[in-house]
C-alpha cells in the first residue's frame, strides 16, 4: 500500500500543476539571498551594523540560496516530464 508521499510523486499531472510555483519560490528564496548579500557586504564596507553583523547576514544569504535549490528541482523535474509527455505524443 502506498503512503501519502509516494501518491503525491506519482501523481504525473500534480508535479507538472505545481511546476510554475515551484520555480516562483526558487525565484524568491533566490532575490532574498542576493539581498541578504548586499546587505552584508555593503554593512562590512561602510563598517556597521545594519540590523545584524555582516556574517549574520552571509549565513542568511547561504541558507536562502540552499533553500532555493529544491525549488528549483521541483521545477525542473515539472518541467522534464512536461517534455518527455511532448515527445511521447509526437512519436503517437
Do not use: C, Y
Request: aromatic share 10%.
Amino acid at each position: 500500500m502506498a503512503n501519502s508521499w509516494q501518491k503525491s510523486w506519482n501523481d504525473r499531472k500534480k508535479i507538472l500543476a505545481s511546476g510554475g510555483g515551484w520555480m516562483m519560490m526558487g525565484h524568491i528564496s533566490g532575490f532574498v539571498g542576493m539581498a541578504f548579500l548586499l546587505l552584508g557586504v555593503i554593512s562590512d564596507a561602510i563598517n556597521t551594523t545594519l540590523g545584524l553583523e555582516p556574517t549574520s547576514w552571509l549565513l542568511l544569504a547561504i541558507f536562502a540560496m540552499l533553500f532555493s535549490i529544491p525549488s528549483f528541482i521541483g521545477w525542473h523535474s515539472a518541467l522534464h516530464l512536461d517534455a518527455m509527455e511532448a515527445k511521447k505524443e509526437k512519436r503517437e
